[in-house]
Nanobody
Framework: QVQLVESGGGSVQSGGSLKLSCAAS????????MRWYRQAPGKERELVAA????????YYANSVKGRFTIFRDNSLNTVYLQMTSLEPEDTAVYYC???????????????WGQGTQVTVSA
């Protein structure tokens, strides 16, 4: 059974930092791209960052480039999202996802975590 369990969300002030973690199980993690999406109230789910398997190429949304870093530890089956210089616009539920197709689009059978709330106050 596939499981993606996010942790690390919380409330911070503008300019603060958070590190999200996503522990994966039930599939061969090292062979899978991983990504972080987010969804703010009333908005569509958007791709924040993605990391491929081998080689570890990365993708970032323009809105987070230079502030967020995605990385993975295959020995722990965990992907991380280090977020710095957080802004109120970053407030959203953040979801970990393992794609079953293209690594930067939503596919029919993608795996998803339950989400973790990030709230940034001005």
């Amino acid at each position: 059974q596939v499981q993606l369990v996010e942790s690390g969300g919380g409330s911070v002030q503008s300019g603060g930092s958070l590190k999200l973690s996503c522990a994966a199980s039930g599939f061969i993690f090292r062979n899978s791209a991983m990504r972080w999406y987010r969804q703010a109230p009333g908005k569509e789910r958007e791709l924040v960052a993605a990391i491929s398997s081998i080689p570890e190429n990365t993708y970032y949304a323009n809105s987070v480039k230079g502030r967020f870093t995605i990385f993975r530890d295959n020995s722990l089956n965990t992907v991380y999202l280090q977020m710095t210089s957080l802004e109120p616009e970053d407030t959203a539920v953040y979801y970990c996802s393992a794609p079953r197709g293209s690594w930067i689009t939503i596919n029919k059978n993608d795996y998803w975590g339950q989400g973790t709330q990030v709230t940034v106050s001005a």
